[in-house]
């Protein structure tokens, strides 16, 4: 079967850009946007004072352009100044829930490589947060994509399982969720947890603030299927769109420096005529694509600008 697969990528500022999308329709968004006073050499910072009053337009466009069952995926971290974590994210969240988003879960980015340090009040800071954010409470959601091994715990564990554990134990916090651990017993595979253990990426794509291609893979997999649209607003190296692509998703993304959309252009044809594959196919792709990445450099990239707009 014979599918095409669009990616599109605007140069410029998201505020602006994202007006050119329609309504309702993107499955996906995954981003992260430059942090409060961080990166001021590459490009740019807003003061953490004015982060929400930033960003609150920038949302207010996703929120029209998300489907109602689609999915926002947030990756922020508030940074420590004058010896207190700021407090611009939690400030953005209650702003970004009375504009109309349901803040669904966070997960946690626990960065395997965090470099050693010495701080004298606090310990080197090894995880990110990536915020979930929706539109209604039933969004699309592919569980099952994502499931990992059962593991040495079930050896364990589920051998030696107590009374309770072989009937529906209701949480004793009346959260009315429960769990019946004897269910689990002949399988090999579980649900995972909030928490991707994920390495950052080695420094190599000529762009200070990376995802690693797992991290967009995860999600993808999590909350969208073929032929489906991911967004990234804050394109930088373009690592959603060129997972997403790989992945045999629609992508846009936008990003305000036209060194990135010059280097994401050259990576991606804007229409790629794809032939569906056996399972498996995107892994292989992935390590081949990694291999490369890690052992070439990139060639100088030219300042010409580039726009679909
Ligand atoms: C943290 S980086 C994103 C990195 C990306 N996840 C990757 O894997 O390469 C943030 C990006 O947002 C872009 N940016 C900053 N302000 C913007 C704006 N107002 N509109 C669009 N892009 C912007 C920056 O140029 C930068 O590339």
Avoid at 58 to 81: C, D
């Amino acid at each position: 079967m014979k599918m095409e697969i669009m990616t599109n990528i605007f140069l410029g500022d998201s505020k602006e850009k994202l007006k050119l999308l329609s309504d309702n329709s993107i499955d996906l968004i995954v981003t992260s946007p430059p942090y409060a006073d961080q990166r001021k050499n590459t490009y740019g910072g807003i003061p953490p004072d004015k982060y929400v009053d930033w960003f609150l337009p920038i949302s207010k466009q996703l929120l029209r352009v998300l489907s109602p069952t689609g999915t926002f995926i947030l990756n922020i971290k508030e940074k420590v100044m004058e010896g207190e974590r700021s407090t611009y994210v939690m400030e953005l969240i209650i702003a970004m829930r009375k504009q109309g988003w349901l803040w669904t879960e966070e997960f946690i980015w626990h960065k395997k490589n965090s470099y050693p340090g010495k701080w004298p009040n606090r310990f080197r800071d090894s995880w990110e947060r990536l915020l979930q954010f929706n539109k209604q409470k039933h969004f699309n959601m592919y569980q099952e994509k994502v499931m990992v091994p059962m593991g040495s715990w079930a050896k364990t564990r589920l051998k030696k399982l107590s009374d309770t554990d072989k009937i529906r134990d209701n949480s004793k916090v009346g959260s009315g969720f429960g769990k019946n651990i004897s269910n689990w017993l002949e399988r090999d595979k579980a649900y995972p947890t909030n928490v991707l253990h994920l390495a950052t990426e080695c420094n190599n794509k000529n762009h200070s603030a990376t995802f690693p291609e797992e991290l967009p893979e995860w999600f993808i997999k999590l909350f969208t299927k073929e032929n489906d649209t991911v967004l990234d607003p804050f394109m930088g190296s373009g690592t959603t769109l060129i997972v997403a692509n790989k992945m045999k998703r629609n992508s846009i993304g936008i990003d305000i420096v036209p060194e990135y959309i010059e280097m994401v252009r050259k990576q991606l044809r804007p229409v790629e005529i794809h032939f569906l594959e056996p399972k498996g196919t995107y892994e292989k792709i992935k390590s081949e694509r990694r291999n490369a990445v890690c052992r070439a450099k990139y060639r100088n990239i030219s300042s010409k600008t580039y726009s679909k707009s």
